[in-house]
């Protein structure tokens, strides 16, 4: 069971952050700001915001808006 967590956990990781960068990237100021070389740059490999040790604190409740996340259906509802 802990290998299959050691193998979603990065490919997890890794979609949240792409999301990430797709939302900074997406507002004009943040993206102008940047140069081409800055772009060539990116990369969704960090961890630095994982706290991987430590408590955890989730609301399983609430979605993140991340990638049109919110704007997405409920889960059962086909609309």
């Known amino acids: 069971m802990s290998v299959l967590c050691l193998r979603i956990f990065p490919a997890a990781l890794v979609c949240i952050n792409t999301l990430m960068l797709q939302d900074v990237l997406a507002d004009p100021e943040c993206a102008e700001l940047l140069k081409p070389a800055d772009r060539r740059g990116l990369t969704p490999l960090f961890w630095q915001h ?28 086909p609309d």
Do not use: I, W, Y
């Open 50 to 77: 994982v706290q991987p040790h430590g408590e955890v604190r989730l609301d399983v409740a609430k979605r993140l808006s991340l990638g049109g996340a919110a704007q997405a259906p409920e889960a059962g509802n």
